[in-house]
């Protein structure tokens, strides 16, 4: 340029070119400059005397302008973004001393805490000021009359600030950005009839309800005015209003993101882009669309649109991105989208699609995104992808793609970054050990494909790999030793093959975050080598065949946030300096090992853990009271099967974000706390953002026992709250509290010694789906509130002492197997077979039965005892006699002696009574 100079991201910037006299551009930005630069070279009448165009954009100035600027009157362009003027008190007198100034940037300058502001603007004094950038300032209020005011203004971009109330006409604006702002009003009847209004940018407002076209009686001029209309980011509904046809200007229309429904518009011939996506539209995409010749840009991603891809886009020759992916489309692939020469973008993922890849794609020789995954196409890529020279990403995963991907495949590829076939089961990868390929790949995700002749060894010249998932593709044998050579990995995922050997191959990058190898059969300790990967992130070498403790020099990764370590074989005591070692450690699964001792102390130390799985090991001593102190952040805490003693300790209770807490097959004693059921995170529901944390998360399971049975929940696992106290030796009763846990799913507290009754208000753990009670010492009755529990589907109440009717009603009514019952013996109702007799007191009945049986019995025994008596006396003096002649003889000599005595003393008494009598005549 003519007496310019542009030093932008230069260093070490020397001032002497702020003393050519006759310098007119100077552009210092991104030079790094602070006040001592300027104030030290500038502040003379005489510096740059003739400058007009002046960027000191995006360096360190902040505070009080140089005095210089008053002097520079031929400036017509300045640029002070990111120029810190929240204490410059001289700004306003400064700027308005510059008349001469057409173009003004103050982009990110903390005008809303600055002296200057909007409404101390000068209208008179910048009677020339046609291109104002007040962008990113966080300016309040509602919108700035003073601006209004300067009819020289063709563009004003107020975006990203906080203002609000309605946007007012400026009739002589050819630009206007006020996106990104609290809006909540445009005066569209006002814009439409603005006959200079090229460019509206409303995005990122709270504009609501249905849009308002132009109307037939705007003036004539307007409908040729407005060239590009975006209005993305707001609350806008209803369909896009016919009226908009009559902009016969409007080449660039942008409503994504809104809640708009209706068919995708066709009234709008001279369109050149077209951005709906994120919306609600429905029915098929128009054959009419394909009138639409000037289109160079479409993008309909993420509505409701069914049926096909029309044949017709294909007149759209001139189309460069064409975007379709997150419908239900349906049908295959058309072969006329091959004419569509001029695409760099093709996506159609995440749809319905059938059939295969149509060869014709090859003809797209521009294309550099080809982005075909999670569909239902079937058959084998064809090899005319070879043909896409500038195709830098290739992602045709998730679909039924099936056959051999060969060399062939590759061949001109040279620009190939990331390639993606992954979970196309059928698809089978064979090339020679001898092929090396055309590209340097960032990217290889084969995984869930089948991978012949072993380890893929042109994986070795993939000098700048940084992911490589290679999982469930069949691969065996060791990991090869070119794998410690790759320097740039930051993912490597070999989880669900036939790995053996140790680990002493894997990359030694100090880029490598995360290393996934479950599921394999890979042995021998965990080397030393592993601690020096330090921005190791996720760790899973889980369900694996190792041996050996947990080494202590694993305290050098710092930035570890999963340790897993399940079902490996590990054993010994945890390393006391644990906590030491994973300071950012979020998720610890250690479980399904052979590791014993006490918890070490240092583990406490683990202030952001969310997840500590101990399960299936043979750890012992009580449970820590520094867990629910120290750790409460903890959502899921699962102790399963260990050897734990003593009580459960109350400072679980700070662990309030628990969601599953699973310390069942213990040997704990002692009562459940009642300040379990102040557990918030078992009370309220979750927000999409936490569940989606977990169905993101593919790396990790949790096993619990659920409706009888052991579930192992995956990236469902957000979604599951239960708590599992079963099979330890706890008494006392059911803490009614417990049943403030309206989201628990799941409640196990079976095999123990609890007592009391069942807490009546029960029927408020209104998400219960399992409950399980059994052989326990429970009595009373069922609470009739447990009808109340509509998604109850698995119930065990057996081996307790309950009594009375069963409920009936609702979800209770499917509950029908007896057994859930069992081992009750004063129940009776459905489903058992015995019946309440008195419907109205069943308990009272039950107990009147129950003493009329046993009354019945004492009489039974009553009667039963006298005859045993009779018998026995009976026959021992009958038998003996039957039987023994010579006693016969004896007793009836007995007999007869003693009947003789008595005859006499009777006879005797009557002769004494008789004479009495005589005497007394």
């Known amino acids: 340029m003519s007496n310019g100079v542009n030093l932008s991201q230069a260093n070490n910037v020397d001032m002497v070119f702020y003393m050519i006299p006759s310098l007119t551009y100077l552009s210092l930005s991104w030079c790094g400059l602070i006040n001592a630069d300027l104030g030290l070279h500038l502040n003379s009448s005489k510096i740059?005397?003739?400058?007009?165009?002046?960027?000191?954009?995006?360096?360190?100035?902040?505070?009080?302008?140089?005095?210089?600027?008053?002097?520079?009157?031929?400036?017509?362009?300045?640029?002070?973004?990111?120029?810190?003027?929240s204490l410059a008190w001289n700004s306003v007198n400064l700027l308005n001393?510059?008349?001469?100034?057409?173009?003004?940037?103050?982009?990110?300058?903390?005008?809303?805490n600055a002296p200057f502001s909007p409404t101390y603007l000068n209208s008179s004094a910048h009677s020339n000021i046609q291109y104002l950038d007040l962008s990113c300032n966080s300016i309040g209020g509602r919108f700035p009359s003073k601006l209004m005011n300067i009819t020289s203004l063709t563009f004003l971009d107020l975006s990203e600030n906080l203002l609000h109330s309605s946007v007012p006409v400026m009739p002589n604006l050819l630009k206007l950005d006020v996106s990104y702002n609290n809006f909540e009003h445009i005066e569209l009847v006002g814009i439409w009839r603005q006959c200079h209004l090229k460019e509206l940018s409303v995005s990122g407002n709270h504009f609501?309800?249905?849009?308002?076209?132009?109307?037939?009686?705007?003036?004539?001029?307007?409908?040729?005015?407005?060239?590009?209309?975006?209005?993305?980011?707001?609350?806008?509904?209803?369909?896009?209003?016919?009226?908009?046809?009559r902009l016969r200007s409007l080449e660039a229309l942008d409503l994504s993101d809104n809640k708009l429904t209706g068919s995708v518009p066709t009234f709008l011939g001279n369109l050149t882009k077209l951005e709906l996506y994120y919306n609600q539209f429905s029915g098929s995409i128009p054959e009419s669309l394909g009138r639409l010749t000037g289109l160079t840009y479409l993008d309909l991603q993420s509505n409701l649109l069914t049926g096909s891809i029309p044949e017709s886009l294909r007149r759209l020759t001139g189309l460069t991105y064409l975007d379709l992916q997150s419908n239900l489309l349906t049908g295959s692939i058309p072969e006329s989208l091959g004419r569509l020469t001029g695409l760099t973008l093709l996506n159609l993922q995440t749809n319905r699609l059938t059939g295969p890849i149509p060869e014709s794609l090859g003809r797209l020789t521009g294309l550099t995104l080809l982005y075909l995954k999670s569909n239902l196409l079937t058959g084998p890529i064809p090899v005319t992808v070879g043909q896409l020279t500038k195709l830098v990403n290739l992602d045709v995963s998730e679909n039924s793609l099936e056959g051999v991907v060969m060399e062939a495949h590759f061949a001109n590829l040279s620009m190939l970054l990331s390639l993606d076939t992954s979970a196309n089961h059928k698809l089978i990868f064979n090339v020679s050990h001898e092929w090396i390929p055309p590209f340097q790949l960032r990217n290889v995700q084969l995984s869930s494909c089948k991978i012949e002749n072993g380890f893929p060894h042109w994986l070795q010249n993939q000098r700048k790999l940084v992911s490589l998932e290679l999982s469930n593709t069949s691969l065996y044998g060791p990991l090869p030793t070119w794998l410690r050579n790759m320097s740039m990995i930051a993912s490597l995922d070999l989880s669900n093959n036939k790995l053996i050997g140790s680990l002493i191959n894997l990359p030694l990058s100090e880029y490598t975050r995360i290393i996934l190898l479950q599921h394999n059969l890979l042995n021998g300790s965990i080397p030393r080598s592993m601690c020096r990967r330090r921005r190791l992130v996720i760790l899973d070498v889980s369900s694996n065949r190792l041996s050996g403790n947990i080494p202590d020099c694993l305290e050098n990764l710092q930035d570890m946030r999963m340790l897993i370590l399940s079902s490996t074989g590990l054993s010994g005591v945890l390393p006391s300096s644990f906590g030491n070692i994973y300071s950012s450690l979020e998720w610890l699964k250690l479980n399904d090992n052979n590791f014993n001792g006490q918890l070490p102390r240092d583990l406490g130390k683990l202030r952001d853990l969310k997840l500590l799985d101990l399960g299936n090991n043979k750890f012992s001593g009580i449970i820590p009271k520094w867990?629910?102190?120290?750790?409460?952040?903890?959502?899921?805490?699962?102790?399963?099967?260990?050897?734990f003693t003593g009580g459960i300790p109350h400072s679980l209770c700070q662990c309030s974000d628990l969601r599953i807490l699973d310390i069942a097959h213990n040997h704990l004693i002692g009562s459940i706390p009642h300040c379990f059921g102040e557990m918030s995170g078992m009370i309220e529901a979750r927000d999409e953002n936490y569940r989606q944390y977990y169905e993101d998360t593919d790396v990790i399971d949790v096993i619990q026992v659920m409706k009888g049975i052991e579930l192992d929940y995956t990236t469902t696992m957000g979604l599951v709250i239960n708590m599992d106290l079963s099979s330890n030796k706890l008494t006392g009763e059911i803490p009614p509290e417990i049943t403030a846990l309206a989201m628990l799913m799941g409640l196990n507290l079976s095999h123990n010694h609890l007592s009391g009754s069942i807490p009546d208000s029960i029927g408020n753990m209104k998400a219960l789906n399992?409950?399980?009670?059994?052989?326990?010492?429970?009595?009373?009755?069922?609470?009739?509130?447990?009808?109340?529990?509509?998604?109850?589907?698995?119930?065990?109440?057996?081996?307790?002492?309950?009594?009375?009717?069963?409920?009936?009603?609702?979800?209770?009514?499917?509950?029908?197997?007896?057994?859930?019952?069992?081992?009750?013996?004063?129940?009776?109702?459905?489903?058992?077979?015995?019946?309440?007799?008195?419907?109205?007191?069943?308990?009272?009945?039950?107990?009147?039965?129950?003493?009329?049986?046993?009354?019945?019995?004492?009489?039974?025994?009553?009667?039963?005892?006298?005859?045993?008596?009779f018998a026995t006396g009976?026959?021992?003096?009958?038998?003996?006699?039957?039987?023994?002649?010579?006693?016969?003889?004896?007793?009836?000599?007995?007999?007869?002696?003693t009947m003789d005595k008595v005859y006499v003393a009777v006879a005797v008494r009557i002769s004494k009574i008789k004479r009495g009598r005589r005497d007394a005549k």
Request: net charge neutral.
């Open 770 to 869: 399992s409950l399980d009670f059994s052989d326990n010492q429970l009595t009373g009755t069922i609470p009739p509130s447990m009808a109340a529990l509509n998604f109850l589907s698995s119930m065990n109440l057996s081996y307790n002492k309950l009594s009375g009717r069963i409920p009936t009603g609702k979800q209770l009514q499917t509950l029908n197997d007896p057994s859930i019952y069992a081992g009750n013996r004063d129940l009776c109702g459905a489903p058992l077979p015995n019946n309440c007799s008195n419907p109205e007191n069943p308990p009272a009945t039950r107990s009147k039965k129950k003493y009329k049986k046993a009354n019945g019995l004492r009489k039974v025994w009553f009667y039963l005892d006298i005859t045993c008596g």
């Open 874 to 897: 009976f026959w021992g003096i009958i038998g003996v006699l039957a039987f023994k002649k010579q006693w016969r003889r004896k007793l009836f000599m007995i007999a007869e002696v």
């Open 48 to 85: 740059l005397p003739n400058i007009e165009h002046l960027d000191l954009s995006s360096n360190s100035f902040e505070g009080q302008l140089p005095h210089f600027f008053q002097n520079l009157t031929s400036l017509t362009f300045l640029d002070l973004s990111y120029y810190n003027l």
């Open 97 to 112: 001393m510059i008349p001469s100034l057409s173009e003004l940037h103050l982009s990110v300058c903390g005008l809303h």
């Open 627 to 643: 867990i629910g102190k120290k750790l409460s952040s903890l959502e899921i805490l699962r102790l399963h099967k260990n050897n």
């Open 208 to 245: 609501g309800g249905e849009m308002i076209g132009p109307s037939s009686n705007t003036s004539e001029c307007s409908h040729y005015a407005l060239e590009v209309l975006e209005a993305q980011v707001n609350e806008l509904n209803g369909s896009i209003p016919e009226s908009l046809g």
